[in-house]
């Protein structure tokens, strides 16, 4: 499987809401937990480096937007609220079927793991567990814990 | 009606601006999306707020300069006199303009700009010329800003010493002065924000994955806020209930 489809099939996954909208940091920081712990089977998968909000791939970015223009994924933003949330279209729906019946089910299994536990953590706690577990990424975070994580 | 943004940090320097111009029509003003940042030379941008007109014609001014005195740095006396010089003709032709048309006592209509040049070469510069042409070094303040929006900016950025961020960080407080103030409504500022640097690999726009980074940073930084303050007034709630 290619990085973008592990993303396609990330955003199928359930959240620990009901809501099928992801906001972009929980899809960096699901997609990077995935990445640490599968580093050694996983080939070619999306890099990261230490940025302003700890752990962050450019490239993710630029799939989310690639697979907006092609009509796999849309972006829902509300005036005044600061996040776009990014999920399936239909069309996405229908394609990640095939995807999900080739994933590894050890990935598989361990993927929706992470979403979970993702989407059930406040956004501070998230980055704290994140920082701690990976400091080597926090190095540049606007967000500093002040060395009580 | 313009937001712009120029930041000397440790590392490198910045210029921000809104995309948005307003230019004139019969039936009014029209709201237009532009590219306000531009380079000129090596190691040096610029941008301008003012009116559409005689920011193209500095322009124009600009990119008829020899390549060798354009690619000179800020410290070099030649270039700073050929802008300066050339940024004088244009503003007394253009109030001579304006009188003759609608005599004394209105040289505020006429049309005017307002320039920024940054540059990044052994150190961050920002070089400030005003419309009647009289110019000021900001660097050691950290910042400069030019526009009808400006006061967002003089706001916003003193609460920073923006000396000491690295340009990754500036880049994010430009975000969040131009994000607020669009947000806000300040008259004629808009999308899309662009963001320029300059630093020892030299001179690039902040691209779409880069600006969404940005946009998403700015974000989790309002939310960390939040709860920052939501824990200190709860737990000032908490010790007045004792």
């Not at chain 2, 974000?219 to 007034?233: C, G, M, P, R, V």
């Amino acid at each position: 499987m290619e990085k973008q489809d592990w993303l396609i099939v990330y955003l199928s996954l359930p959240s620990a809401g009901e809501t099928n909208l992801i906001d972009p940091i929980r899809i960096m920081k699901g997609l990077f937990l995935f990445k640490m712990e599968f580093k050694e089977k996983l080939k070619d998968f999306y890099d990261y480096s230490p940025y302003l909000y700890g752990p962050c791939s450019f490239e993710i970015y630029k799939d989310l937007i690639g697979l907006q223009m092609k009509g796999i994924v849309d972006s829902y933003s509300q005036p005044l609220y600061r996040w776009s949330y990014y999920r399936l279209t239909e069309k996405g729906q229908t394609w990640v079927k095939s995807l999900i019946k080739d994933a590894p089910t050890e990935f598989l299994e361990r993927l929706k793991t992470i979403k979970i536990k993702v989407t059930s953590l406040s956004f501070l706690e998230l980055l704290r567990e994140i920082y701690k577990k990976y400091p080597e990424y926090a190095q540049n975070s606007v967000i500093n814990f002040g060395g009580h994580l | 009606m313009t937001l712009i943004i120029a930041l000397a940090c440790k590392d490198g320097a910045i210029l921000a601006s809104d995309g948005q111009a307003t230019t004139f029509s019969m039936g009014g003003p029209v709201r237009r999306t532009i590219s306000k940042i531009k380079y000129l030379g090596e190691n040096k941008l610029w941008a301008a707020s003012g009116s559409v007109g005689m920011i193209q014609k500095v322009e124009a001014v600009f990119n008829s300069l020899p390549k060798e005195i354009l690619n000179a740095p800020l410290s070099e006396l030649q270039l700073r006199q050929a802008i300066l010089q050339n940024a004088h003709t244009l503003r007394a032709q253009e109030l001579l303009r304006h009188r003759t048309l609608h005599g004394q006592g209105r040289d505020i209509e006429a049309g005017m700009a307002d320039l920024i040049i940054v540059e990044y070469q052994n150190g961050a510069r920002i070089w400030h010329i005003n419309p009647d042409c009289a110019d000021e070094f900001l660097e050691e303040f950290g910042y400069g800003t030019s526009g009808s929006g400006d006061i967002f900016a003089h706001t916003l950025i003193k609460n920073y010493k923006v000396k000491n961020l690295s340009v990754e960080q500036g880049c994010l407080i430009a975000y969040r002065v131009l994000r607020d103030a669009i947000d806000i409504g300040a008259f004629g500022l808009g999308e899309p924000i662009n963001i320029w640097i300059i630093d020892n690999n030299g001179v690039r726009q902040k691209s779409q994955p880069e600006m969404l980074a940005l946009r998403d940073s700015y974000a989790s930084w309002i939310e960390a806020e939040e709860e920052t303050f939501k824990s200190l007034f709860l737990a000032e709630s908490k010790r007045e209930d004792k």
